[in-house]
């Protein structure tokens, strides 16, 4: 693994661990796809650092459970904003 991968891994990582951010939000702050995010916190984080993957996979199973409240909710303002603009 290049350097550059290994260092983007642990700080990506590190960020979704210490903020709950969810896969959406940290691609956005490291500027990569989401793809490519999901792969460094899944799979080769667990060659790097076994004890933090766990960590982070249980960041981004409940960041996963919760996404159909967050999504109902953002529907829910979007519908408001709407009719207050009527």
């Known amino acids: ?5 290994y260092q983007r891994v642990l700080e990506v990582s590190n960020y979704i661990y210490e903020t709950r951010a969810t896969v ?10 989401k793809s ?3 792969k460094d916190a ?12 766990e960590k982070v996979k249980k ?6 459970a919760e996404r159909h409240i967050r ?5 829910k303002e979007k519908y408001l904003s709407e009719k207050n603009n009527d």
Do not use: C, P, W
Not at 1 to 5: A, L, R, T, V
Not at 24 to 33: E, I, L, N, P, T
């Open 1 to 5: 693994m290049k350097d550059y991968i």
């Open 24 to 33: 959406r939000q940290a691609a956005k702050v490291f500027g990569v796809s």
């Open 36 to 38: 490519t995010i999901h």
């Open 42 to 53: 899944t799979e080769r984080l667990q060659k790097i650092d076994k004890r933090l993957a």
């Open 59 to 64: 960041v981004l199973e409940y960041n996963k």
């Open 71 to 75: 999504g109902g909710q953002a529907t």
